[in-house]
């Protein structure tokens, strides 16, 4: 009996087949051989154009799709790093009298570092900054091509660029060219292809479906993106490279503001969460106004009208639609079968110091003080509750202490370290795992996938690779009893099970420190039981301790060790369950029914 | 003539089928509640009564009127006031234009009398009084849940469906809570409730149905529910309540 997990090591063809519905694998095919095409058929040279294009431009848009469908980044200054590639290779060979395979790598990294800059110093924005932003450097792009005509030629443009040799052949033949660049663009899916299931995959396409959670859970979320940002700029830089070489002339029409839109609708129409369907839209932007050509003065009516439809009714692209499709019919993967080691925490009990330390912690928001002082200490290897009405400063002090707001005053001191100005994922690399009130998961991601970004964290004591992570993030899935669900995609799993989720994504990363917010709402009495029970094992046979929220006073007097009061933002009460629960400030401002607190 | 009747109600959420056959009815002025797991349907339920999802087999009669055809802004207009759980509020608004907005469907309501009804809730909860000018996203979870069952309250509405209002209130607030739902229904709203806090639904409600994976398992009267064992065992722990979620 195989003692792994199945599917540890994917092989390329069974990913090919859970990724690439089976009826498309024959046009898949079709379309690998098809820059042979020119050898076999007299085709014209305005038809080897078209497909020159599409293939430098498809490079370009596959750089969209990983800031824009993998990282979930919007950006709109794709042709400006495609110019950018492109007069690296046009200067670069014409004025200073460069090779081509100097001045494309050149090209490459001057578009990249370009991206790396503006992705660092505007990454931080987001949301419709980030394309505001991207527009304007486009916009600069434009204005210094077009009028700084001492270096760039201005709107004249650079004419004369010659062909690359390759192995000593210089490649003039048009058909040889849309072969190289066939290779590249196909080098380039293939990467891209293999990206998501990498850990970087993984923590792109966390930021894109929750950044705070991603953060949290131990992804730097910052960096990623920069690095998503730098790799779409330095591919659109290759792409502009190849293109350039294949036209011979240049000139900044080329990469303007309408060749950016251009592209975001490339990507956007074709699918842009796979590298397939960015290909597949590229080709058909470049080819859908050919075909539309013979209506002539309505052409562009048409045209407009065509991408409008196909958005309207594809909202996730062609690409997105056929998938849907197939998985709708298709069987749903199996769970992973085989052994799963049991889930160990590996917690070193012996220092006696508290774990977690807050001292004189305040949070205020503008005139509202949500934590106005608060002393607290959580002893290693306990159940610590904190409960109190709702708008206490509850769910603040959760979010003080994981990093995602810096405290108006005060420090909180983590395993005797000064972590208050910490990010978030340097928390999680410190082992603070965490849930939320209003679950964050990566909805559109599988539950093995959640638990796995989980695994992710900095600093987690597990083996290399993604065989390790995989097997650590089963036994976490098959802790809370949900390793039959692996597969699932997680906005599908019922509300219980998503909580569940999220408990097995944080123990994954080995935590030390488990920071639960409100774990039992929403579950029924059954559930809540269960749960009781999972979080007493949790601290029974690995020591891990827990820091929670809980309303439901039947879960925290059977777990807790020790329950902390707060009202106000401030602590009312501290102690034993017996003893807070019978506390009058308690009974009077939270608990009510003085008869039945003490039951 | 009941006031909402289910006959066989069917729905597919994504690919799998939520509902599959649910006939129940609830009686003007009573409260029902629907107990179940997690997945059994229950939210479902109520997403089809009120037009959300779709339905694909089955009827939904309200005072005798057929409404499975209806939109769901048509739906609310003919007073079933949909409270969803997980806190739809509006994050930018105040606490007290978030409750006038749950008044918008209806027609010839003076601002005065409006501001009027707002007081009344207030006096229901005083934490939203001290809140009325804090915009949505600044209040705690638990008082946007609050919020979401006052601007349900604000509809007027015949019938009320109430899915899960306790998740995330502290023990004090949920017996508040539940209080109002008894004043509610002596204001004349009759109600339909989802709760996973079945001893609070139960004391509450006049009956109940037990929802597993989209059929109904059994149904009767709460004090029926209370002492049948398999309902004991899968919704009360089959145990005396413990503090904070007791029953009066």
Same mark, same amino acid.
């Given at each position: 009996m195989n003692a792994r997990p199945a599917g540890a090591n994917l092989s390329i063809l069974a990913r090919l087949r859970s990724r690439v519905p089976l009826p498309l694998m024959p046009l898949l095919a079709l379309v690998l051989v098809l820059p042979l095409a020119p050898y076999l058929f007299a085709l014209s040279g305005y038809a080897l154009n078209i497909l020159m294009q599409a293939a430098t431009f498809a490079v370009a848009v596959l750089g969209l799709a990983v800031v824009l469908g993998y990282t979930g980044q919007f950006s709109l200054a794709q042709a400006a790093f495609f110019g950018i590639g492109a007069y690296a290779v046009g200067l670069g060979t014409v004025v200073y009298g460069l090779g081509f395979w100097v001045a494309m790598p050149l090209g490459v990294a001057i578009a990249g570092a370009f991206g790396f800059v503006l992705g660092l110093t505007?990454?931080?924005?987001?949301?419709?900054?980030?394309?505001?932003?991207?527009?304007?450097?486009?916009?600069?792009?434009?204005?210094?091509?077009?009028?700084?005509?001492?270096?760039?030629?201005?709107?004249?443009?650079?004419?004369?660029?010659?062909?690359?040799?390759?192995?000593?052949?210089?490649?003039?033949?048009?058909?040889?060219?849309?072969?190289?660049?066939?290779?590249?663009?196909?080098?380039?899916?293939?990467?891209?292809?293999?990206?998501?299931?990498?850990?970087?995959?993984?923590?792109?396409?966390?930021?894109?479906?929750?950044?705070?959670?991603?953060?949290?859970?131990?992804?730097?979320?910052?960096?990623?993106?920069?690095?998503?940002?730098?790799?779409?700029?330095?591919?659109?830089?290759?792409?502009?490279?190849?293109?350039?070489?294949?036209?011979?002339?240049?000139?900044?029409?080329?990469?303007?503001?309408?060749?950016?839109?251009?592209?975001?609708?490339?990507?956007?129409?074709?699918?842009?969460?796979?590298?397939?369907?960015?290909?597949?839209?590229?080709?058909?932007?470049?080819?859908?106004?050919?075909?539309?050509?013979?209506?002539?003065?309505?052409?562009?009516?048409?045209?407009?009208?065509?991408?409008?439809?196909?958005?309207?009714?594809?909202?996730?692209?062609?690409w997105g639609l056929l998938r849907a499709a197939w998985q709708s019919v298709a069987r749903p993967p199996p769970p992973p079968a085989g052994d799963v080691p049991a889930l160990a925490l590996d917690i070193p009990l012996s220092d006696p110091a508290p774990i977690l330390r807050l001292v004189g912690l305040k949070k205020h928001f503008g005139g509202l003080r949500a934590v106005d002082g608060v002393d607290l200490e959580v002893a290693r290897g306990t159940v610590h509750a904190l409960i109190g009405p709702n708008g206490s400063g509850k769910t603040t002090i959760l979010n003080v202490l994981n990093g995602i707001y810096r405290p108006t005053e005060g420090r909180i001191l983590l395993e005797r370290e000064d972590v208050t100005r910490a990010r978030p994922h340097q928390r999680a690399a410190r082992g603070v795992g965490r849930t939320f009130q209003n679950i964050r998961l990566f909805p559109g991601l599988s539950t093995l996938e959640n638990v796995m970004i989980g695994g992710q964290r900095l600093n987690n004591p597990i083996a290399r690779g993604d065989a390790a992570l995989r097997e650590r993030a089963l036994s976490a899935l098959e802790f809370v009893g949900l390793s039959d669900r692996a597969q699932v995609v997680v906005k599908n799993l019922p509300y219980g099970h998503r909580r569940l989720v999220e408990i097995?994504?944080?123990?994954?990363?080995?935590?030390?420190?488990?920071?639960?917010?409100?774990?039992?709402?929403?579950?029924?009495?059954?559930?809540?039981?269960?749960?009781?029970?999972?979080?007493?094992?949790?601290?029974?046979?690995?020591?891990?301790?827990?820091?929670?929220?809980?309303?439901?006073?039947?879960?925290?007097?059977?777990?807790?060790?020790?329950?902390?009061?707060?009202?106000?933002?401030?602590?009312?009460?501290?102690?034993?369950?017996?003893?807070?629960?019978?506390?009058?400030?308690?009974?009077?401002?939270y608990l009510g029914e003085p008869g039945h607190a003490a039951a | 003539?009941?006031?909402?009747?289910?006959?066989?109600?069917?729905?597919?959420?994504?690919?799998?089928?939520?509902?599959?056959?649910?006939?129940?009815?609830?009686?003007?002025?009573?409260?029902?509640?629907?107990?179940?797991?997690?997945g059994a349907g229950k939210s479902t339920t109520l997403r089809t009564i009120s037009g959300l999802v779709h339905l694909a087999r089955g009827e939904i009669l309200f005072a005798g009127q057929p409404i499975h055809r209806r939109k769901a802004e048509a739906i609310v207009r003919l007073g079933i006031a949909?409270?969803?759980?997980?806190?739809?509020?509006?994050?930018?608004?105040?606490?007290?234009?978030?409750?006038? *907005?749950? &008044?918008?469907? =209806?027609?010839?309501?003076? /601002?005065?009398?409006?501001?009027?009804? +707002? @007081? #009344?809730?207030?006096?229901?909860?005083?934490?939203?009084?001290?809140?009325?000018?804090?915009?949505?996203?600044?209040?705690?979870?638990?008082?946007?849940?609050?919020?979401?069952?006052?601007?349900?309250?604000?509809?007027?509405?015949?019938?009320?469906?109430?899915?899960?209002?306790?998740?995330?209130?502290?023990?004090?607030?949920?017996?508040? *809570?539940? &209080?109002?739902? =008894?004043?509610?229904?002596? /204001?004349?709203?009759?109600?339909?409730? +989802? @709760? #996973?806090?079945?001893?609070?639904?139960?004391?509450?409600?006049?009956?109940?149905?037990?929802?597993?994976t989209g059929a109904l398992t059994v149904e009767g009267r709460a004090s029926e529910l209370l002492d049948n064992e398999e309902v004991r065992a899968a919704y009360l722990g089959g145990r005396r309540p413990a503090a904070g979620e007791a029953t009066r």
């Amino acid at each position: 009996m195989n003692a792994r997990p199945a599917g540890a090591n994917l092989s390329i063809l069974a990913r090919l087949r859970s990724r690439v519905p089976l009826p498309l694998m024959p046009l898949l095919a079709l379309v690998l051989v098809l820059p042979l095409a020119p050898y076999l058929f007299a085709l014209s040279g305005y038809a080897l154009n078209i497909l020159m294009q599409a293939a430098t431009f498809a490079v370009a848009v596959l750089g969209l799709a990983v800031v824009l469908g993998y990282t979930g980044q919007f950006s709109l200054a794709q042709a400006a790093f495609f110019g950018i590639g492109a007069y690296a290779v046009g200067l670069g060979t014409v004025v200073y009298g460069l090779g081509f395979w100097v001045a494309m790598p050149l090209g490459v990294a001057i578009a990249g570092a370009f991206g790396f800059v503006l992705g660092l110093t505007t990454l931080r924005l987001g949301g419709h900054y980030l394309a505001m932003i991207t527009i304007s450097f486009q916009e600069i792009f434009d204005l210094v091509m077009s009028n700084w005509i001492a270096f760039t030629r201005g709107p004249d443009g650079i004419a004369g660029i010659q062909r690359p040799s390759l192995l000593g052949r210089p490649l003039t033949d048009d058909r040889a060219y849309l072969l190289l660049c066939a290779a590249v663009l196909y080098l380039v899916v293939g990467a891209l292809w293999w990206l998501p299931d990498t850990r970087l995959g993984r923590a792109m396409k966390a930021v894109r479906e929750n950044e705070l959670a991603a953060e949290v859970t131990g992804v730097p979320t910052l960096r990623v993106k920069v690095i998503a940002f730098t790799i779409s700029a330095a591919l659109a830089g290759l792409g502009g490279a190849f293109f350039a070489a294949g036209f011979a002339y240049i000139s900044p029409d080329n990469f303007n503001f309408g060749r950016s839109v251009e592209f975001l609708t490339m990507v956007l129409l074709g699918g842009s969460q796979s590298p397939f369907g960015a290909g597949v839209g590229t080709v058909l932007l470049i080819l859908l106004p050919e075909w539309l050509r013979f209506l002539k003065q309505i052409y562009l009516a048409a045209y407009g009208m065509a991408v409008v439809l196909i958005m309207v009714f594809m909202p996730e692209g062609i690409w997105g639609l056929l998938r849907a499709a197939w998985q709708s019919v298709a069987r749903p993967p199996p769970p992973p079968a085989g052994d799963v080691p049991a889930l160990a925490l590996d917690i070193p009990l012996s220092d006696p110091a508290p774990i977690l330390r807050l001292v004189g912690l305040k949070k205020h928001f503008g005139g509202l003080r949500a934590v106005d002082g608060v002393d607290l200490e959580v002893a290693r290897g306990t159940v610590h509750a904190l409960i109190g009405p709702n708008g206490s400063g509850k769910t603040t002090i959760l979010n003080v202490l994981n990093g995602i707001y810096r405290p108006t005053e005060g420090r909180i001191l983590l395993e005797r370290e000064d972590v208050t100005r910490a990010r978030p994922h340097q928390r999680a690399a410190r082992g603070v795992g965490r849930t939320f009130q209003n679950i964050r998961l990566f909805p559109g991601l599988s539950t093995l996938e959640n638990v796995m970004i989980g695994g992710q964290r900095l600093n987690n004591p597990i083996a290399r690779g993604d065989a390790a992570l995989r097997e650590r993030a089963l036994s976490a899935l098959e802790f809370v009893g949900l390793s039959d669900r692996a597969q699932v995609v997680v906005k599908n799993l019922p509300y219980g099970h998503r909580r569940l989720v999220e408990i097995a994504r944080a123990l994954a990363g080995h935590p030390r420190l488990l920071l639960l917010d409100e774990p039992a709402a929403g579950l029924n009495q059954s559930e809540k039981q269960a749960l009781t029970e999972l979080l007493r094992r949790l601290r029974a046979a690995h020591g891990l301790t827990i820091f929670l929220i809980e309303h439901d006073m039947s879960v925290v007097e059977n777990v807790s060790d020790r329950i902390t009061v707060l009202n106000f933002g401030k602590k009312i009460a501290e102690g034993t369950p017996a003893q807070v629960l019978r506390h009058p400030d308690v009974v009077a401002a939270y608990l009510g029914e003085p008869g039945h607190a003490a039951a | 003539m009941p006031l909402l009747e289910l006959r066989g109600i069917e729905s597919t959420y994504g690919a799998v089928q939520a509902l599959k056959g649910v006939s129940l009815h609830v009686d003007e002025g009573e409260i029902v509640t629907l107990l179940g797991a997690n997945g059994a349907g229950k939210s479902t339920t109520l997403r089809t009564i009120s037009g959300l999802v779709h339905l694909a087999r089955g009827e939904i009669l309200f005072a005798g009127q057929p409404i499975h055809r209806r939109k769901a802004e048509a739906i609310v207009r003919l007073g079933i006031a949909h409270v969803p759980e997980g806190r739809r509020i509006f994050p930018g608004l105040t606490v007290t234009e978030n409750m006038m *907005l749950g &008044a918008s469907g =209806r027609a010839g309501l003076s /601002r005065a009398r409006m501001m009027q009804e +707002v @007081e #009344q809730l207030f006096a229901i909860f005083p934490d939203l009084k001290r809140l009325s000018g804090a915009l949505g996203w600044s209040l705690s979870g638990g008082q946007q849940q609050m919020l979401a069952v006052a601007r349900g309250l604000m509809a007027a509405p015949r019938l009320l469906l109430l899915d899960e209002p306790s998740l995330g209130l502290a023990p004090i607030v949920v017996q508040q *809570l539940f &209080a109002v739902i =008894r004043q509610i229904r002596e /204001r004349g709203t009759t109600i339909l409730l +989802v @709760e #996973q806090n079945a001893h609070m639904a139960l004391s509450v409600a006049g009956r109940g149905y037990v929802l597993e994976t989209g059929a109904l398992t059994v149904e009767g009267r709460a004090s029926e529910l209370l002492d049948n064992e398999e309902v004991r065992a899968a919704y009360l722990g089959g145990r005396r309540p413990a503090a904070g979620e007791a029953t009066r």
